[in-house]
């Protein structure tokens, strides 16, 4: 089974700057794509940022010029860096990656447990 497990969640002050890591294990043949997501009490999950394929990033409007999204070169653990964070940022961040186990098999999502991101003074 494929696993992904997120760290790096805690407290931190407006303007601080928090880094998260998902770590992927298990039977992996190829990973398509890693994102981030976010949902705060009573909102709707959303997309924070993303890789698509091996380098191509997305970010959601209100997290771009702040957040940035990178992985390693195994392909098996994607980051988060936080920067200028905001109270509206506080929420739980979920990793979701796409993935394949075999060459000949299909895509499917896979996600982590989540991290809780508190922004307060």
């Known amino acids: 089974q494929v696993q992904l497990v997120e760290s790096g969640g805690g407290l931190v002050q407006p303007g601080g700057s928090l880094r998260l890591s998902c770590a992927a294990s298990?039977?992996?043949?190829?990973?398509?794509?890693m994102a981030w997501y976010r949902q705060a009490p009573g909102k709707e999950r959303e997309l924070v940022a993303a890789i698509i394929g091996d380098s191509a990033a997305n970010y959601a409007d209100s997290v771009k010029d702040r957040f940035t999204i990178s992985r390693d070169n195994a392909k098996n653990t994607v980051y988060l860096q936080m920067n200028s964070l905001k109270p509206e940022d506080t929420a739980v961040y979920y990793c979701?990656?796409?993935?394949?186990?075999?060459?000949?098999?299909?895509?499917?999502?896979?996600w982590g447990q989540g991290t809780q991101v508190t922004v307060s003074s």
């Open positions: 298990g039977s992996i043949f190829s990973i398509n794509t």
């Open positions: 979701k990656t796409k993935l394949k186990e075999r060459l000949l098999s299909p895509y499917y999502d896979c």
